[in-house]
């Protein structure tokens, strides 16, 4: 048991120093022409591996890879600019709340945009503004690749149907593991084309794009969050808890300066644990008035029992009255 610790903890900490190597590799074979940075070969291929994969974690085990805010998070650490990424992550992120794919619905593919937008924010160095600007119709955009890759999967599910109709179920698993490449490959390809020509574009966007148009779409990444909020909200029953909404909301937006998200976060936890002990306490309450009740019929049906006499006399004292009233 021991050196089974031991190992792992050689394990975490080599992991560690190979991650950290190959982050300073990346930065280091990242250069810049003029004011426009150039993208290695090997961080563009590491980051459409990283699309791809995030793809796979939204379908599988949703462990965080594909929200937005990471990749974001991890294209700003890869090209050198963490800040800058998780502004662009966290926006998109906010733009995401509430909106799921149920069925063969398709959603905006705000990862593939965040590590787009992120990129070319930092490519040409005009802040993240810039990125989350570009990113918005990038991700809309990129809807198309979400069917185009539900499309291609019908292929393998046909197959996998037959095969399961010959009762040959080691094809029916295989089919479903093809089904990966169409996944993998409609968020990897657009990733590495708009990465590899990331200069051309993001020269070509300054040149071409006229201002008013860059300008309504960082105003509409702006707006974005706040309709994220929204339909977040429509799904909450704030009908019933209205009054910790508006507590919420009037500390940030009147003590902003002295509560930070962090102390607010830890307000709502304590005023959620008080209400489910004060919820608990109130269902002990209510189980032990339930019990003295059942106590209490019970000590007078054995009263009843016990003294016959006095039973027989009143129901028959019950019978004379309702044949009286008859």
Not at 165 to 182: F, P, Q, W
Not at 195 to 205: E, Q, R, S, W, Y
Not at 259 to 287: D, H, R, T
Request: aromatic letters at 10%; glycine letters at 10%; a positive charge.
């Amino acid at each position: 048991m021991k050196y089974y610790f031991i190992l792992c903890l050689f394990l975490v900490f080599l992991r560690n120093i190979i991650s950290k190597s190959a982050i300073m590799y990346l930065k280091a074979i990242s250069e810049r022409e003029g004011n426009i940075m150039k993208i290695s070969v090997i961080a563009i291929i590491f980051l459409s591996l990283y699309v791809g994969l995030g793809q796979l974690d939204a379908l599988s085990l949703k462990t965080g890879l594909y929200s937005p805010v990471f990749g974001g998070a991890v294209t700003g650490l890869v090209l050198g600019d963490l800040k800058t990424g998780l502004i662009v992550g966290a926006t998109l992120q906010l733009a995401t709340l509430g909106v799921a794919t149920y069925g063969g619905a398709t959603v905006p593919d705000f990862l593939s945009g965040s590590v787009m937008g992120t990129a070319y924010a930092i490519i040409s160095g005009r802040g993240a503004a810039y990125g989350i600007g570009l990113a918005i119709p990038i991700g809309l955009l990129l809807t198309q690749m979400d069917i185009l890759a539900r499309l291609a999967n019908t292929y393998f599910q046909n197959h996998a149907t037959k095969e399961a109709e010959k009762v040959n179920y080691t094809a029916v698993e295989r089919d479903n593991l093809y089904g990966i490449i169409s996944w993998v490959l409609s968020r990897a390809i657009p990733v590495f084309i708009g990465l590899t020509f990331g200069a051309t574009v993001v020269k070509a966007i300054n040149n071409w794009i006229p201002t008013w148009l860059m300008n309504g779409l960082k105003t509409a990444g702006i707006i974005l969050p706040a309709m994220g909020i929204a339909i977040l909200m429509r799904y909450l029953p704030l009908k019933r808890y209205y009054p910790y909404f508006i507590l919420g909301f009037a500390l940030m937006a009147y003590f902003a300066k002295q509560f930070s998200l962090l102390g607010l976060a830890l307000v709502g936890f304590s005023l959620a644990a008080i209400y489910v002990m004060q919820k608990q306490n109130s269902n002990k309450s209510e189980k032990s008035q339930n019990v003295e009740k059942k106590d209490a019929n019970s000590k007078k049906e054995i009263e009843g029992i016990q003294n016959p006499n006095d039973a027989i006399e009143a129901s028959r004292v019950d019978a004379e009255e309702v044949e009286f009233d008859a």
